[in-house]
């Protein structure tokens, strides 16, 4: 009987140490199994976001290279086309100072004015493309610019040598009042009829001297150096000039 309950213990023992093993394994790979699995799942989730981050990044960077590269084009072309507007308007500036070099060279040449006409009234003649009244009357130098004016002309005025060699021929050795003056406040200055100051001069040698203070009006003869003073009341021929436009 003892023998019995012995074996009956001992088979107790034994079941329950084998329960007990098999609920500690059970219980083991069932706790150890989820920790195994989280700690998977935390890494692939930390390599997928440092991922995207990278792809992020990479994104980030080809984006900016190429705003770089689009800003580094405009400003090599804007260096570009800086320097090809200086030079144009380098070029631009040659070839306005070399016209107007030209056009200052024709001037000379040519007395081109405001007033040139193709042809001229009755009893005016051409000289240079510019009308000119040479009277077969003599009048006193105030006298001679009213006549000038009432011509729709001026008493002759001559800014240029040019001018005063085209109308040499004409002139010869005769003489006319010219519409030169000098100035009632300053007796040492000369003004043309226009109000223009004395740029140009062709006095004779020794003129004008202004003999006994009465020599205020300025006359031409033939020549090269033909201009005198002398008073205004004396009577000449004229010479006008015509300020139309034709």
């Known amino acids: 009987m003892q023998n019995l309950y012995e074996r009956s213990l001992d088979d107790a023992s034994t079941d329950m140490d084998l329960s007990s093993h098999n609920l500690n394994e059970t219980y083991f790979s069932h706790a150890g199994e989820p920790r195994k ?29 190429g705003h770089y590269s689009t800003l580094h084009h405009e400003f090599s072309s804007l260096k570009s086309n800086d320097s090809e507007m200086k030079n144009g308007y380098s ?16 001037k000379d040449k040519v007395d081109i004015t405001e007033g040139s006409c193709k042809t001229c009234p009755p009893a005016w003649k051409m000289i240079k493309s510019n009308c000119y009244y040479f009277s077969s009357s003599s009048q ?18 001559i800014k240029k040598e040019f001018e005063m060699i085209s109308l040499w021929p004409t002139i010869r050795q005769q003489r006319y009042w010219i519409g030169l003056k000098r100035n009632p406040e300053n007796i040492d200055q000369w003004e043309w009829t226009d ?3 004395l740029t140009f001069s062709a006095w004779n040698e020794g003129e004008p001297n202004n ?11 033939g020549g090269r150096q033909s201009w005198n003073d002398c008073p205004c009341n004396n009577k000449l021929n004229y010479i006008c000039k015509g300020v139309w436009t034709c």
């Open 91 to 106: 070029e631009l500036w040659k070839s306005v100072s070399n016209i107007m070099g030209d056009l200052s060279k024709l």
């Open 211 to 221: 003999d006994r203070d009465n020599e205020h009006c300025a006359e031409v003869l």
């Open 37 to 65: 699995v989280s700690r998977g799942w935390m890494a692939l989730a930390l390599v997928v976001t440092l991922g995207i981050i990278l792809i992020i990044l990479c994104i980030l960077t080809a984006i900016l290279f």
């Open 140 to 157: 006193t130098w105030e006298r001679s610019k009213e006549l000038c004016v009432e011509r729709n002309g001026i008493l002759l005025v």
């Open 195 to 197: 109000g223009s100051p």
